[in-house]
Every structure is written in C-alpha cells, then in structure tokens.
C-alpha cells in the first residue's frame, strides 16, 4: 500500500486531503460534553501535522458512536473539533453537516495550513448502508471534497463503510502512519511472536474473543483470561460462580477449549467479589472456587495478579485485550493495575489490543511509553488476529 510518506514525497501544497480518522472518543457520563479520554484524538496528530505543515488543505471525517443514520446532537463531533484545535495548537474549523451545504462552503473556503472536521459520518444512512448503491452514492459526495484520501483510522479499518472501503476506490489512497504502524505490530505478533508468547485476555465475554482464542490458542504458550469472561472457564471447570456474569451456552465451549488447551489456558485462582455491582458495595476476596451464590465477581484477587504477572514476566511477547475487572471502580481495578504493571516489566516487545485496555492505561495513570504499542482499534486488532480480511486494508492495498 501506499504511505503517508509516498503521498508526503509527491507534494501535498494546496491540496485538499481528505483524513479519515477514528475520532471516536469517550465522554464522561456526569458532564456531558467532557471528553474522558482523547488518545483517539492524539493517536491521529502524527499525521494532521505532516499534511498541515506540508501545506495541505486538510479535511477530516469521523464516526462517533452509533446513531442512526440521522443527526443527533448526543453523538455530535463539536467537542472533538474543539479539543482537536487545542492538541494541534491551531484552529479546527468544524462543519455543521457531513457533505451538505456547510460542509462545502467550509472546505471550500479553506487555504492550505488549515483543518476542517466534517460532522459525524454516521448522521448519514449511506456510511453503514449495506446496499452498495446508497453506500456509494455517500462515498461519491465525500470523495468529491478532496484530491487524495487518507486512512489514518486503524480502529474502522474492519468495517465495510463508505469512508473505509468506498472512498479509496474514488481517490488515490494513502495508508496514514498509525493504520501502517498497527498493520505491521499485528502481523509480527500474529506471524512472527518472539517465543514464549503470552496473550492475556479480559473483557465481558467469551462469545466476544470466541474467534481470536482459537486463532491463538495453537501459537500461544500462556492465554490468561481474566474479566467477566473468565466466569463462564470457572463453571466449565464445574465451579459455581454465583452471580457473577455467565454465558450458559458457552460453557461446552470453554470445556472444549480447556481441554485443547492442556494447560496452556490459566485462570484465576480467586476473585473478588461483591454483593453489587457498585464501588460502595461490600467487596470481599475468595477463592475462585467459592464464589457466594449472593454475590458476583468484579475483579481478579492478588493471588490471582502474582500468577498472571509471573507467565507475563518469562514471555517474550505479550498482546493484551480486555481488563482483568471493572477498573473504572476503585475497588475493583487493582487486578488491571497489577497485570498491566508486569507487563510494562517484561524483556519484550508488548501490544494493549486498544479498546478498554486503552483506555484503563490511561485512566490508571499509567506510562504509556512502557508498553511496546498501544492499539487504537480494539475490533480491528481481535479481527486481524483471528485471520480476516479487514475491508479497510484490502481498500488501501488495490
């Protein structure tokens, strides 16, 4: 595929470049409007800066969240052009509308140096559309604000959407420096993982990372599961879990999986748990197999941080995707803090698969520069782990 650089070499001055981005940022419950977490927004800076210094007429678009085909001020990019100025240390015009009237009126007006955010591209039915015809009739009217195309949002890349997939068959494409920086850390550690090779799983489900377990379990010589997902392993092994989160009809499954495994695939040994899901509840540590029947697990127990950060510390490799529990509450995210520690420790190369890992490396206040790389696309990394063409890369790469 081409790069960034390629694009960079051939001149970019006056151009209109149009950056798809992943600006789908957070924002915190108790203050609408306050992004919580912007390293979305700082992950795509790299590359806003190379074409706006390069002079460049830069025009960005983004998803944000899941609205449905139509505006909704709840899902409205404003903050992100606002807190994407401040980051870039300039203005960032913002367009009202994806690709209406004030949308071409501001990338029209724009001079090179300067950056404009469209509004999100999901307030249009035909960036989802599963029909070729309405989806390509969107891509036309994006692809004609712009000279060339841009894909700097490695965290869309496995969608079939009209800014991922149709636009680069409009414009001649351009893989952003984060998109080619991803494609490159997931095939070394999906094709090439230094040995031994520890992935550590987390996260709700098993249902979620189905998928990418099988991919790796035969590559792996250590898979930690831990999260609300690790429940349903914990019944498989005929241990009561209480009320803790349970996929019933995974638990065969699991059973399948465990015995595949012979070994490989650790567990934890105890957790703690609470009568609510809440930071004010009654919180108690016990062994994995005596979990009450009143109460549900919402983290991993110390014992359980000492086992996974001793697998962690022999690897050579380690991918991790999905918190150990529910860091976002205080007393529940110690098991998260402890096994992300040991990996920050390791004599190794480490990827945190984006997504909810991500994001507890940033709200735990941890050093992000420990770890080998830090993923924007949670979906997008599980998706090319477990083996699929994601629609984005193959765009870039015809």
Same mark, same amino acid.
């Given at each position: ?19 798809? !981005?992943?600006?789908?940022? $957070? ?22 800066? =190379? ?15 899941? $609205? %449905? ?8 990019? =404003?903050?992100?052009?606002t807190r994407l100025g401040e980051l870039l240390g300039s203005p960032v015009?913002?367009a009202a509308d994806t690709v209406g009237p004030d949308a071409q009126a ?7 140096? @300067? ?6 591209l999901r307030f249009n039915e035909g960036e989802t559309s599963k029909d ?8 036309? @009217?994006?692809? =004609?604000? !712009? ?9 869309? /890349? ?13 414009? *001649?494409?351009? !893989? ?18 230094? @040995? $031994? ?7 709700? %489900? ?36 209480? %009320? ?47 979990? $009450? ?15 996974? #950060? ?7 490799? /380690? ?13 529940? !995210? ?7 520690? #040991? ?19 940033? /709200? ?26 994601? *629609? ?7």
């Amino acid at each position: 595929m081409k790069t960034l650089d390629d694009l960079l070499g051939e001149g970019v001055s006056g151009r209109r470049v149009l950056v798809r !981005a992943d600006l789908n940022v $957070p924002f915190d419950k108790t203050n609408p409007g306050t992004i919580s977490d912007d390293g979305r927004a700082r992950a795509v800076l790299p590359t806003l800066v =190379a074409l706006r210094d390069a002079g460049a007429k830069v025009i960005v678009c983004s998803h944000l969240g899941r $609205p %449905k085909g139509a505006p909704d001020p709840r899902y409205t990019l =404003a903050p992100v052009a606002t807190r994407l100025g401040e980051l870039l240390g300039s203005p960032v015009a913002f367009a009202a509308d994806t690709v209406g009237p004030d949308a071409q009126a501001k990338a029209g007006a724009l001079d090179g140096g @300067q950056v404009l955010l469209l509004e999100n591209l999901r307030f249009n039915e035909g960036e989802t559309s599963k029909d070729d015809a309405t989806r390509g009739a969107f891509a036309d @009217q994006l692809a =004609a604000f !712009a000279d060339v195309y841009v894909d700097d949002a490695f965290g869309a /890349v496995h969608r079939k959407h009209a800014s991922v997939y149709d636009v680069p068959a409009r414009l *001649p494409h351009y !893989a952003g420096g984060l998109v080619l920086t991803e494609v490159e850390v997931l095939r070394r550690v999906s094709q090439a993982p230094d @040995q $031994p090779y520890v992935v550590v799983l987390g996260g709700s %489900k098993v249902s979620d990372k189905l998928a990418v377990i099988q991919a790796l379990l035969p590559k792996v010589d250590k898979l930690l599961v831990g999260g609300g997902m690790c429940f349903t392993f914990l019944k498989a092994r005929g241990h009561e879990v209480g %009320k803790s989160l349970l996929e019933e009809e995974m638990v065969a499954t699991c059973r399948d999986l465990l015995a595949q495994a012979q070994g490989r695939i650790v567990l934890p040994v105890d957790v703690v748990a609470a009568t609510e899901f809440s930071a004010e509840a009654d919180a108690v540590t016990v062994p994995a197999d005596q979990i $009450p029947a009143d109460r549900l697990g919402l983290d991993i127990g110390p014992e359980s941080v000492a086992l996974f #950060a001793d697998a962690v510390g022999s690897a050579r490799t /380690v991918f991790w995707n999905g918190p150990m529990g529910v860091f976002e509450l205080a007393p529940f !995210a110690a098991g998260t803090r402890g096994v992300a520690e #040991a990996i920050t420790k390791i004599d190794g190369f480490s990827v945190v698969g984006g997504g909810d890992s991500a994001a507890a490396v940033r /709200v735990l206040g941890l050093d992000e520069s420990a770890f080998g790389h830090i993923s924007t696309g949670g979906g997008a990394s599980l998706e090319y782990l477990e083996g699929k063409t994601l *629609p984005g890369v193959a765009a870039l790469e015809s």
